[in-house]
């Protein structure tokens, strides 16, 4: 008896989940609202702490988006909620994934700090490909990369992009790298690690 992929879609082609996470107001809900070509699926709640002066709304389960890239492939955006409160989304979120972005808010310094212990989470619960994402840098110098690399105690295998969450084709090169990280880990020979 023939066993059925998971990943195959009902009517042909390959469903895969990719994962958008990083800290709360990163800008993951609007990546994925800016790529999706759905009607995003979100979670989102008025905020009543002392966070409310940030956003006043914030994911408290999940966003979910769909970009199709031929019949054959069909990606599917999960977007976690960036508060540690609802931490246990994660790794629900992220059961199966082949890979997910690193999303940072490189205007704010607590953003990148928030994001060492996401992505050590993240690093715990599976060893997939993985991109870091700076929301609202128009570019990177050098010395911005090497800090982000140096605090997220990042391989130079790991791409760092810098992205607007607003701009499609921004986000295009942000999804764009991580697929070709996804197949420079695939060509990789057996047993080089991500």
Same mark, same amino acid.
């Given at each position: 008896?023939?066993?059925?992929?998971?990943?195959?879609?009902?009517?042909?082609?390959?469903?895969?989940?990719?994962?958008?996470?990083?800290?709360?107001?990163?800008?993951?809900?609007?990546?994925?609202?800016?790529?999706? /070509?759905?009607?995003?699926?979100?979670?989102? +709640?008025?905020?009543?702490?002392?966070?409310?002066?940030? +956003?006043?709304?914030?994911?408290?389960?999940?966003?979910?988006?769909?970009?199709?890239?031929?019949?054959?492939? =069909?990606?599917?955006?999960?977007?976690?909620?960036?508060?540690?409160?609802?931490?246990?989304?994660?790794?629900? %979120?992220?059961?199966?994934?082949?890979?997910?972005? %690193?999303?940072?808010?490189?205007?704010?310094?607590?953003?990148?700090? /928030?994001?060492?212990?996401?992505?050590?989470?993240?690093?715990?619960?599976?060893?997939?490909?993985?991109?870091?994402? %700076?929301?609202?840098?128009?570019?990177?110098?050098?010395?911005?990369?090497?800090? =982000?690399?140096?605090? %997220?105690?990042?391989?130079?295998? =790991?791409?760092?992009?810098?992205?607007?969450?607003?701009?499609? /084709?921004?986000?295009?090169?942000?999804?764009?790298?991580?697929?070709?990280? =996804?197949?420079?880990?695939?060509?990789?020979?057996?047993?080089?690690?991500?």
């Amino acid at each position: 008896m023939a066993t059925r992929n998971p990943n195959r879609r009902k009517h042909g082609g390959t469903a895969v989940k990719i994962v958008v996470t990083g800290p709360f107001s990163a800008g993951k809900t609007t990546l994925i609202r800016t790529i999706s /070509e759905i009607t995003v699926l979100s979670t989102e +709640k008025d905020i009543t702490d002392d966070t409310r002066s940030r +956003k006043a709304e914030t994911t408290v389960a999940m966003d979910f988006g769909r970009i199709t890239i031929d019949r054959d492939l =069909v990606l599917y955006l999960f977007g976690t909620p960036g508060q540690d409160r609802f931490d246990f989304m994660w790794e629900i %979120l992220g059961e199966g994934m082949l890979g997910y972005i %690193l999303l940072v808010d490189a205007s704010r310094e607590d953003s990148l700090e /928030e994001a060492v212990g996401i992505l050590a989470a993240f690093r715990k619960m599976a060893r997939v490909p993985f991109v870091v994402a %700076l929301n609202r840098a128009a570019g990177i110098d050098p010395s911005d990369e090497d800090k =982000v690399r140096s605090v %997220l105690e990042l391989g130079d295998d =790991v791409p760092v992009v810098p992205c607007d969450a607003t701009d499609r /084709e921004s986000v295009k090169a942000v999804l764009l790298a991580l697929l070709y990280s =996804v197949v420079d880990q695939i060509d990789a020979p057996a047993g080089a690690g991500v």
